[in-house]
């Protein structure tokens, strides 16, 4: 049986979407259970936060995962990336408050504060820009720590721009573009080649229906 860790939050819904698309027969009330089987015994499902997912695959725990490219990036998760899975689409941005007088990143002439989940790439993008930057690291709501007077700027996923527009801060700059990917542990795809390529020709046919 093959397993699969999927993303809580956001991305959730979409892959059992894809997953029901392949043809799985996935419950659909299991309530809060995190371990669930399709009733045809062919998939194991591990429901996992995204910032977690990359140990359960790096340590082999699951077979394959769904997960954002950002996750990947800021955790340089160790795995294979097979396929683009087209859902999820963000994008990870710098974003200061409306009153702030900064319009660009090369505006961050001295020291500057940014809050941020991806503190990986977050040092990674100023180190970049030559930029000096201390790094709060916060685990949500990021959008918050400009307005509080927290931090001067912060890096965080946008999509629609409704939540950096409800709170009066403005885009910048974008760092990277996500969408969901379908990852796969290394070993695991030497041991069990047949049954994970048989899974990512499932997944490759939904999708090429979709797109
Ligand atoms: N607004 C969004 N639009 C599209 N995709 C998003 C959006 N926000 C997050 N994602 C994608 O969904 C993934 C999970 O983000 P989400 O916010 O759902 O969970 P999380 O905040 O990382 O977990 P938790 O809320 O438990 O801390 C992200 O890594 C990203 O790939
Ligand atoms: O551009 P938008 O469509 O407004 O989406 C961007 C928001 O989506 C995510 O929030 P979410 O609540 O998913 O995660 P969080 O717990 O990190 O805030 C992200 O952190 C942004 O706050």
Redesign the pocket.
């Known amino acids: 049986m093959l397993k699969i860790a999927v993303?809580?939050?956001?991305?959730f819904e979409p892959s059992l979407r894809l997953l029901k698309n392949c043809g799985y027969k996935i419950p659909s009330d299991f309530g809060r259970k995190l371990l669930i089987e399709d009733s045809n015994q062919q998939l194991s499902l591990v429901i996992v936060?995204?910032?977690d997912m990359p140990l359960y695959v790096e340590e082999g725990v699951v077979d394959v995962a769904f997960?954002?490219?950002?996750?990947i990036e800021e955790t340089s998760m160790s795995c294979f990336e097979i396929l683009d899975l087209g859902y999820?689409?963000?994008r990870l941005s710098v974003a200061v408050p409306g009153f702030s007088p900064y319009r660009s990143v090369e505006d961050f002439h001295s020291f500057i504060k940014v809050g941020s989940?991806y503190q990986n790439l977050s040092k990674k993008f100023f180190i970049e820009k030559g930029i000096q930057v201390r790094i709060f690291p916060l685990?949500?709501s990021v959008e918050l720590s400009p307005i509080v007077g927290l931090s001067d700027a912060i890096i965080d996923?946008?999509?629609?721009g409704n939540?950096l527009k409800a709170n009066n801060l403005v885009e910048i700059e974008t760092i990277l573009f996500?969408t969901?990917r379908l990852v796969v542990n290394d070993a695991k795809y030497r041991l069990k080649r047949k049954e994970i390529n048989e899974f990512i020709l499932r997944v490759k046919e939904v999708l090429n229906d979709i797109y």
């Open positions: 993303p809580k939050g956001v991305l936060r995204p910032f997960i954002g490219k950002d996750v999820g689409q963000c989940k685990g949500g996923l946008v999509s629609t939540t996500s969901s």
